[in-house]
């Protein structure tokens, strides 16, 4: 199975300033055939289901601010709010979609908070 | 509107059943398979198990094998996740999330499920 791996695990940000949070898999997500990173990022608030903000790795989910982005290829990824709002206060995961089986692995998450 | 609607909380005792339900609506049912996704306290999100809600078929997690069945009803545009032989680390939230190109686009809001004597 792939293993996904997020860093850090919490951070804390001024409003208007940059997040930053990793993830990394345990082999490459890249298909050769499509050229497609099988990669997702999620927001989660408290008490809610986890919602969809990218997916193939940098393509935003319609209704998705466009401070949120994502980038990388292949093993390492990122995903970047360019400007922290309160409401981005959430847990953040990434997930591969590369197997079919077991079909999507999560990363540990990564907490933001304001500092 | 567009949506997955679950069923309720469920306390069970150690050893029992749980059958949760995910009822689809605003879009064709069979258009998209279906897949449970479970949260224990602190913990990150487990993959399940999934339906092709087209065909029937589904697959399970390894862990599940034995105790886990996914169900699917076309004419109620629902799926079902029941879950045996409960025990107290089964105690989580479980989502049913709808599979657009193998990433998740469309979330239920959970069922917590408490495992407890």
């Known amino acids: 199975d792939i293993v996904m791996t997020q860093s850090p695990d919490s951070l804390a940000v001024s409003l208007g300033e940059r997040a930053t949070i990793n993830c990394k898999s345990s082999?490459?997500?890249?298909?050769?055939?499509?050229?497609?990173?099988?990669l997702a990022w999620y927001q989660q608030k408290p008490g809610q289901p986890p919602k969809l903000l990218i997916y193939w790795a940098s393509t935003r989910e319609s209704g998705v601010p466009d401070r949120f982005s994502g980038s990388g290829s292949g093993t390492d990824f990122t995903l970047t709010i360019s400007s922290l709002q309160a409401e981005d206060v959430a847990v953040y995961y990434c997930?591969?979609?590369?197997?079919?089986?077991?079909?999507?692995?999560f990363g540990q998450g990564t907490k933001v908070e304001i500092k | 509107q567009v949506q997955l609607v679950q069923s309720g909380a469920e306390v069970k005792m150690p050893g029992a059943s749980v059958k949760i339900s995910c009822k689809a609506s605003g879009y064709p049912f069979t258009t998209y398979s279906l897949h449970w996704v479970r949260q224990a306290p602190g913990q990150r999100l487990e993959w399940m198990g999934w339906v092709n809600t087209d065909s029937n078929n589904v697959k399970y997690l390894q862990k599940f094998q034995d105790r886990l069945t996914i169900t699917r009803d076309t004419s109620a545009s629902t799926a079902y996740m029941e879950l045996s032989s409960l025990r107290s680390e089964d105690t989580a939230v479980y989502y049913c999330?709808?599979?657009?190109?193998?990433?998740?686009?469309?979330w239920g809001r959970g069922a917590l499920v408490t495992v407890s004597s």
């Open positions: 997930q591969q979609y590369y197997n079919t089986f077991p079909a999507g692995t």
């Open positions: 082999q490459s997500v890249l298909y050769g055939r499509d050229n497609k990173n099988y």
């Open positions: 999330a709808r599979d657009r190109e193998r990433y998740f686009d469309l």
